[in-house]
């Protein structure tokens, strides 16, 4: 133990020194241009960024995008000035070729798997510490980091780092942990015990909250029944704990028969509240940033995460109207799936939420292999492909998985070994799927079934 946090702090002081150069290029231009990612943790990261240049009166200008491609980097060479700094959050690791376009000085914080040399001025990544970025820092907490070198009194952007962290499914261990502890002594995060959910009514939480998908998730009468059996009802932050342990218990045991042992440590358990937030209970507040980007309202997000309270009602009822649109699709999915040699797949066209489909057949329902879902829509084919932290423990690296399946048809993939995405030609997806389970199958060492 002792040598294990000894090990841990080596890490962390390295990756400090990343975020202090950073901070010091950041911190000498006038005119910043930020690319962030759209979901929960790229929205924050952005968040943060914003915050802490504000504060040090630095203009910024903002787009978040669905991943980096070309169009991205045309659109930057098209808005910047000779004077500005480009800076990518939660992206940009793995993009060389298209980075090494862009003539300004660029820093990328991210905590993707770097592929190549980059051509920014510095890469604050956890990788380059030996802290694995899928699991133990999200972007937003790598972007905290740089954060606090630009200004130690940037403590209280802590909980949007905590908030991209639960976000991206990470765990609160090694660095996660560090900034936790930090968040917590500084008052910017409390904690409870329970179920992690956002707040109401308990029978409206458990018809539309997608995670964690049960059994009765979207039936109103099984959810009645299953509360009534329980003897419980009302707002879930207002339950007496003797009720709060009756429905954990009972959730758990019903996780128990299908779903991933992470997905059921996942549910029940510390759940943060953010009390510099304007949204208090993370999962309510990356429901919302989730579901802003997912629709192209990036901007009420940001308003959000730069506490601007007139968009809090907006966003909640959006927000909830999606989740609803989330478990609706997962329910059609369920009856498309295939089944590979070393993976479960879904081959769609125009269907939303296919992260979300994914995460929940591996997480909920077949947690043996990893799943991948291709949707074909507007000429492109979007891939998503996600596994579990045992799978990944087996060799399972669905970053390299994705990334050489679509190379393989003339795409692009990438991302963490155990969420990965990909972009391939339309007519391409049954020759990507069955390259994708190949390798899988490699990685694993045996058939997911053996």
């Not at 992470?262 to 208090?280: M, N, P, Q, T």
């Not at 990944?392 to 003339?410: C, F, I, P, Q, S």
């Amino acid at each position: 133990m002792v040598v294990q946090l000894a090990t841990e702090s080596i890490a962390i002081s390295r990756l400090k020194e990343l975020a202090s150069k950073a901070a010091d290029v950041i911190s000498a231009y006038k005119y910043v241009r930020i690319i962030s990612h759209n979901d929960a943790d790229g929205l924050t990261s952005a968040g943060i960024m914003c915050r802490a240049l504000a504060r040090k009166g630095i203009h910024f200008h903002t787009t978040i995008t669905s991943r980096l491609a070309q169009d991205t980097i045309e659109t930057i060479k098209s808005s910047v000035s000779d004077a500005d700094l480009v800076v990518f959050c939660d992206m940009g690791s793995s993009h060389a070729e298209l980075i090494q376009q862009i003539k300004n000085d660029v820093i990328v914080i991210d905590h993707h798997m770097p592929v190549g040399e980059s051509p920014a001025k510095v890469v604050v990544n956890p990788h380059y510490a030996g802290i694995d970025g899928a699991i133990y820092l999200s972007a937003s907490g790598t972007t905290y980091l740089v954060a606090k070198e630009m200004d130690p009194d940037n403590t209280d952007l802590s909980g949007l780092a905590i908030a991209g962290a639960v976000g991206d499914k990470q765990l609160f261990e090694s660095s996660n942990l560090h900034i936790l502890e930090e968040a917590i002594h500084n008052g910017v995060v409390s904690v409870k015990k329970g179920l992690r959910v956002g707040d109401g009514d308990i029978a409206n939480v458990l018809e539309y909250t997608p995670e964690p998908y049960l059994d009765i998730t979207g039936d109103r009468k099984k959810i009645h029944d299953f509360l009534e059996i329980l003897g419980v009802k009302g707002t879930l932050s207002e339950m007496a704990q003797e009720d709060i342990k009756k429905l954990t218990t009972s959730i758990a045991l019903k996780l128990a028969k299908h779903a991933s042992p992470e997905a059921v440590d996942a549910a029940i358990g510390d759940v943060h509240y953010l009390e510099k937030e304007l949204v208090k209970n993370v999962y309510d507040f990356v429901a919302i940033l989730n579901t802003c980007g997912k629709l192209e309202k990036a901007g009420l997000a940001l308003s959000m995460c730069m506490l601007d309270g007139s968009v809090v009602e907006e966003a909640r009822q959006m927000a909830v109207k999606y989740q609803r649109s989330i478990v609706a699709s997962i329910k059609q999915a369920e009856g498309m799936l295939q089944q590979g040699k070393n993976i479960w797949y879904l081959i769609a066209k125009d269907m939303d939420n296919t992260g979300m489909i994914s995460s929940a057949v591996v997480r909920y329902m077949h947690p043996e292999k990893p799943c991948i879902v291709t949707n074909e829509v507007e000429g492109i084919v979007k891939v998503s492909g996600r596994g579990t932290r045992a799978l990944t423990a087996k060799g399972l690296d669905l970053a390299y998985a994705m990334r050489e399946g679509a190379l393989a048809v003339e795409g692009q993939g990438g991302g963490h070994n155990i969420a990965s995405g990909a972009s391939i030609p339309p007519g391409s997806v049954q020759k990507f799927i069955d390259i994708v389970d190949d390798i899988v199958g490699q990685q694993l060492g045996e058939n997911a079934d053996d």
